[in-house]
């Protein structure tokens, strides 16, 4: 997670790109309530942080393949 913490403080540094996302109504709403109970900022940021940590998972799968 430390690892994780220091990826999203970096990508909070530089700059966003717009892009248009499209998600069931049941997976808006859990993130909405999220945004409300101030679990995350705003949505784009769970959402950014939801990809990082499937970045992670992929970087160490790979790793972990290379190691092999």
Same mark, same amino acid.
């Given at each position: 997670?430390? +690892?994780? =913490?220091c /990826? ?7 700059k966003? %790109? /717009?892009?248009s996302?499209?998600? *069931? *109504?049941?997976v808006? %709403?859990?993130?909405?309530?999220? &945004? %409300?109970?101030? /679990? $995350?900022?705003?949505? =784009? $940021?769970a &959402?950014? +942080?939801a990809v990082?940590?499937?970045?992670? %998972? ?5 790793e =972990? +393949?290379?190691?092999?």
């Amino acid at each position: 997670n430390i +690892k994780l =913490s220091c /990826t999203i403080l970096h990508c909070m540094k530089r700059k966003r %790109e /717009t892009i248009s996302l499209t998600l *069931p *109504p049941e997976v808006l %709403e859990w993130l909405d309530r999220k &945004v %409300e109970d101030r /679990t $995350f900022a705003s949505r =784009s $940021f769970a &959402v950014e +942080k939801a990809v990082l940590a499937m970045m992670a %998972e992929d970087k160490e799968r790979q790793e =972990s +393949k290379e190691r092999r």
